[in-house]
C-alpha cells in the first residue's frame, strides 16, 4: 500500500472533525463562543429592531402594536413624529435630525479637548519628577467619580443660589442668568463636565502607549540632533498613535451614547441628545418608537465605530 | 468524655424536637392567614406592623394582613416597573400604589381592577361622597367607575413668614388669609413690601423649571386662577383625546404667562402685567422643588410655594412665625368662561391604591382596601405616618383639627382640596407634559414672546392629540 493510501485510508477512518483542515477546525473551535457573544450582542439589537417595526401601543395591554414595516422610521426621518420627541435644540427645526447634530458635535467637542488634554496629561506623567504618584492620583480621581455625582457637582456648581459658577459666569459676560435651561450654556457646561471627567481616562491609555515607547530611539534622535518637537513628531507621535486611536474609538462611542451626564446636569429638555429621545419615548410608553429611534442611534454609533477601525488599520 | 458526649447529644434532640414542635404550631395558626402583597414605599415598609394594626382596627378580618415590597422613590419609575409586571400578567404585588398622576392610563389600558364591582357599597359610597372630588376622579374611569382608592392627597399652599409680613405693616390673621384667598395682584404688593423692607435675598420662591411639575402642577394652577386650562375646562381633563379643544392660546393663559414672566422680570418686560411686582428671582426658572424650598428654609425668601411635607418642616422650623395661605387667584370664578376655574386652585398631588387583577387573593386584598377608606385607617395615616388623607369629611372632624402641627394648617389644606386641579392625565400627556413644560419655561425665560409660544403649542398639542 502506498503512502498516499495509507493517510487516505486514516483520513477516512478518523472522525469527522478529524476530517476538517486547520482553519475548518479553528472556525469550529471558536463557534460556540461566537454564539454565545452573537447572543449577548447581536440579539438585543435584532430584537429592537423587531420591536421597532411596530406601531406604538398606548392603549392595549402589550408592549407594542401592530406591524407597521418602516413606517416608524420614515416618520422619523420625515419629521411625522416632531412633537412627541420634543423641543428641538436652538432653532433647529426637527428633534431628531437636531439631536443628531447635538450628539456629533458634543461628541467631536469633547473628545477633541480630552484627546489635547489627556495627551498633554500622559507627556507630563511620562516624566521623572518629585511626585508624580500624587499627580497621578489628582487626574485620576475625577474619572473615579460616578456620574451621578460627577452630574450634582455641575448642577450645584450652575444652580443660582446655591453655586458659584453662574454669577461667576455672568461676571465675566459669558452665560446668561440661568444657564442650566439655555441650550448654548447647557451645552458648553456639559462638554467641560464631559472633558473634566474623561481626559484622565484619554491620559492613563495615551501614558501606557507612551510608556511602550522604545527609548534608545530618543538617544538616537539626540544623537542625530533633533530638537524636542521633531522627536515628538517623529518618533512619539507616530508610535503612540495606534493607541491613541483605541483610546479615541472608546471615547468616541461613549460620547455618543451620553445620557446621564445630561440628565443630572441640565435636563434632556435642555440639551436633547439621540439617546435622550431614546430614553423620553420609552419614558412615555411609545415603545415603538424608542426602538426605533435606538436602532438608528445604534447603526450611527457602528458606523462611527467602522470609520475608526478601518482608520485604526491603515494607522497600525 | 463519651458519657458527656452522649448527654450533649440527648439535650440537642430534645431542644430540637421542642422547637419543631413550636415551629409547627406557629405554623398551623399561620396556615389560616392570608398575606396581601402591598407595593409601597419605604415610610410603608417601616411601619408594616403599624398598619397592619391598623387596618384591622378599622375592621379587617384577623386572619388577613399585608407585607410591603418596597418600590422606586421616583414615581416615573414605579409607573414603568408596575406597567411591566401586569404586561407579563404577574399575580403579585395585590395591592399597588399609584401615583394620582397616572392611574388613569392603566384604567385606560384595562391593566387594573375595577373596583365598582369590588368594593363593598359602602366602602363605594364613603369613598366617592367624602374624598375630595378631584383625587375621585383620578381613580375613576370616563363611566364614573372606580379603580382605586384614594390613599393620600399632596395639596400645594404658599408658605410665608407671617412674623415679616406683619412687621410690614399687613395683617394676614385680621384678613384671614388663611381660607380667604387674595389676588395675586395683592399677594406680588406684599411679597415686594415685605421683601424691602426685611432686605430678604428673595421675595417668592417657586418650581418654574423645565420639568413635569411646571406642566401638571405650578403653571396648571397658575394657568387655573387666571380661567384657563389646557383643554377647555375641567369637564375634559382626561379625554376624549383627539376630540377636545385645546385653550392654551387663550387670554387667561396668556395672562398667567405675562403674569409669571412680571413677578421674575419686573416691568422691564415687555410683556409685563401692569400692577404686577417683580417678586421672584430669575433662579425659579431653574428650580425644582429642592432649591426653592431651601431658599425659603434658609430664612432667604418671604414666601413659597410647597407641598404639605413642606409646610410640616416649616411649621416645625417657624412655629408661630409662619403663615399658609390658599394659592392667590388671577380672576374670580364668576369672571371665568370655564366651570371650575378662576378663584385659588392647587395642583392634585398624592397616591392611590389599585388592585392587581391577577391577584390570586383577590376577596382579601379587597378586603384590605375596604378598610383603607375607612375613618380609623385615615387618622392612623394622618398621625402616625404624616400622609394628608384625602377625607374631606374626616378633615373637618375635631379629632383631625387636634392633630399636633397638621390641626393649625387644616383649614387652608381643606380649601386647597376642594379647588384641586388634576393634572389632564391621559395615555399622551407624558408627551403632553413635556412639550408644554418646555414652551411655558421657554416664555417666562423670556425666550419666547407669549402668544406666539403658545399658539406653537396649540399646534403641537394637536399633533400629539391625533398621533393615536
New interface residues.
Given amino acids: 500500500m502506498s503512502e498516499y493510501s495509507v493517510r487516505r485510508a486514516i483520513r477516512y477512518s478518523a472522525s469527522w472533525t478529524e476530517r476538517l483542515d486547520e482553519e475548518q477546525f479553528a472556525y469550529l473551535l471558536i463557534l460556540p463562543a461566537f454564539l454565545l457573544v452573537g447572543a449577548m450582542a447581536f440579539w438585543p439589537l435584532v430584537r429592537t429592531f423587531e420591536l421597532s417595526l411596530h406601531a406604538d401601543n398606548l392603549f392595549g395591554g402589550g408592549y407594542v402594536g401592530e406591524f407597521v414595516g418602516v413606517e416608524n422610521y420614515v416618520e422619523l426621518l420625515t419629521g411625522e413624529r416632531d412633537s412627541i420627541l420634543g423641543n428641538p435644540f436652538l432653532s433647529l427645526s426637527q428633534p431628531f435630525s437636531s439631536a443628531i447634530i447635538v450628539t456629533l458635535i458634543f461628541t467631536v467637542v469633547s473628545v477633541g479637548f480630552e484627546t489635547i488634554i489627556g495627551f498633554g496629561q500622559a507627556l507630563v506623567l511620562d516624566q521623572d519628577f518629585r511626585g508624580r504618584r500624587w499627580v497621578r492620583v489628582a487626574i485620576i480621581i475625577p474619572w473615579a467619580v460616578p456620574i451621578a455625582i460627577q452630574g450634582m457637582i455641575f448642577y450645584l456648581l450652575f444652580q443660582p443660589g446655591i453655586g458659584f459658577g453662574t454669577s461667576l459666569m455672568q461676571d465675566l459676560g459669558v452665560f446668561t442668568a440661568t444657564p442650566l435651561i439655555n441650550s448654548v450654556d447647557s451645552m458648553i457646561i456639559l462638554i467641560v463636565a464631559d472633558i473634566w471627567k474623561a481626559s484622565a481616562f484619554m491620559a492613563l491609555l495615551i501614558l501606557a502607549g507612551l510608556q511602550s515607547v522604545d527609548r534608545t530611539l530618543y538617544k538616537v534622535g539626540r544623537v542625530s540632533g533633533a530638537s524636542r518637537w521633531q522627536m515628538f513628531w517623529m518618533i512619539t507621535f507616530p508610535l503612540v498613535l495606534p493607541t491613541l486611536m483605541v483610546a479615541m474609538l472608546f471615547r468616541t462611542i461613549q460620547a455618543m451614547r451620553v445620557f446621564g451626564t445630561v440628565e443630572t446636569i441640565t435636563s434632556c429638555s435642555t440639551v436633547p441628545t439621540l439617546t435622550c429621545l431614546v430614553v423620553d419615548t420609552f419614558s412615555s410608553g411609545r415603545y415603538g418608537t424608542s426602538a426605533a429611534v435606538a436602532f438608528i442611534t445604534a447603526v450611527i454609533v457602528g458606523l462611527v465605530a467602522t470609520v475608526y477601525i478601518v482608520w485604526f488599520s491603515d494607522v497600525s | 468524655m463519651a458519657q458527656s458526649t452522649r448527654r450533649r447529644f440527648i439535650r440537642t434532640v430534645g431542644a430540637t424536637g421542642a422547637l419543631s414542635g413550636l415551629g409547627g404550631l406557629t405554623a398551623s395558626a399561620q396556615q389560616g392567614t392570608t398575606t396581601i402583597q402591598w407595593a409601597g414605599n419605604p415610610v410603608d415598609n417601616q411601619n408594616v406592623g403599624a398598619i397592619n394594626q391598623a387596618l384591622h382596627d378599622a375592621g379587617l378580618p384577623d386572619d388577613i394582613e399585608i407585607s410591603v415590597i418596597v418600590t422606586s422613590n421616583i414615581s416615573?419609575d414605579v409607573q414603568?416597573q408596575y406597567?411591566q409586571w401586569?404586561?407579563a400578567g404577574r399575580n403579585q404585588p395585590d395591592i399597588l400604589r399609584m401615583d394620582s398622576g397616572w392611574t388613569i392610563?392603566f384604567i385606560?389600558?384595562?391593566?387594573i381592577a375595577n373596583l365598582s364591582q369590588e368594593l363593598s357599597q359602602s366602602s363605594l359610597n364613603r369613598i366617592e361622597n367624602n374624598n375630595f372630588t378631584a383625587s375621585v376622579n383620578t381613580a375613576s374611569a370616563p363611566n364614573g367607575d372606580l379603580y382605586a382608592v384614594p390613599y393620600f392627597t399632596d395639596l400645594p399652599t404658599i408658605q410665608y413668614r407671617r412674623d415679616w409680613v406683619t412687621n410690614a405693616g399687613f395683617d394676614p390673621d385680621g384678613e384671614n388669609w388663611a381660607t380667604e384667598p387674595i389676588s395675586w395682584q395683592r399677594f406680588s404688593e406684599v411679597i415686594n413690601q415685605t421683601q424691602q423692607q426685611q432686605n430678604t435675598?428673595?421675595g417668592y420662591s417657586w418650581q418654574a423649571?423645565?420639568?413635569e411639575g411646571l406642566s401638571c402642577c405650578t403653571f396648571n394652577e397658575l394657568m387655573t386662577t387666571w380661567g384657563g386650562a389646557y383643554f377647555g375646562g375641567r369637564d375634559n381633563l382626561f379625554g376624549p383625546i383627539g376630540e377636545r379643544p385645546i385653550t392654551v392660546n387663550e387670554q387667561p393663559v396668556i395672562q398667567a404667562l405675562r403674569m409669571g414672566r412680571t413677578f421674575i422680570n419686573g416691568q422691564n418686560d415687555q410683556f409685563s402685567l401692569q400692577g404686577y411686582q417683580q417678586i421672584s428671582?430669575?433662579?425659579v426658572?431653574?428650580w425644582t422643588e429642592g432649591?426653592s424650598q431651601?431658599?425659603f428654609m434658609n430664612g432667604?425668601a418671604v414666601a413659597m410655594r410647597w407641598w404639605p411635607s413642606g409646610l410640616y418642616d416649616a411649621a416645625q422650623e417657624y412655629g408661630n412665625r409662619l403663615g399658609v395661605m390658599p394659592i392667590p387667584y388671577g380672576v374670580r370664578p364668576n369672571q371665568a368662561e370655564y366651570q371650575g376655574t378662576g378663584g385659588t386652585a392647587a395642583a392634585l398631588g398624592g397616591w392611590h391604591l389599585a388592585l392587581n387583577p391577577n391577584s390570586q387573593n383577590r376577596q382579601a386584598a379587597v378586603e384590605v382596601l375596604n378598610a383603607v377608606a375607612k375613618v380609623p385607617f385615615r387618622e392612623f395615616t394622618f398621625r402616625q405616618l404624616g400622609y394628608l388623607p384625602p377625607d374631606n369629611t374626616y378633615l373637618q372632624t375635631q379629632r383631625a383639627q387636634q392633630i399636633d402641627i397638621w390641626g393649625d394648617y387644616l383649614e387652608t389644606l381643606r380649601l386647597a382640596g376642594e379647588t384641586a386641579i388634576p393634572r389632564p392625565v391621559t395615555?399622551?400627556w407624558?408627551?403632553e407634559s413635556?412639550?408644554i413644560?418646555?414652551?411655558v419655561?421657554a416664555v417666562l425665560?423670556q425666550q419666547q414672546p407669549p402668544q406666539q409660544a403658545m399658539s406653537a403649542l396649540q399646534s403641537?398639542l394637536q399633533?400629539?392629540e391625533g398621533?393615536?
Fill in positions: 416615573d414603568q406597567r401586569l404586561q392610563p385606560a389600558r384595562g391593566q435675598q428673595y423649571n423645565a420639568y428671582p430669575q433662579a426658572l431653574q432649591p431651601s431658599a432667604n395615555v399622551v407624558p408627551d413635556s412639550a413644560a418646555d414652551r419655561n425665560a403641537t399633533d400629539i398621533s393615536v
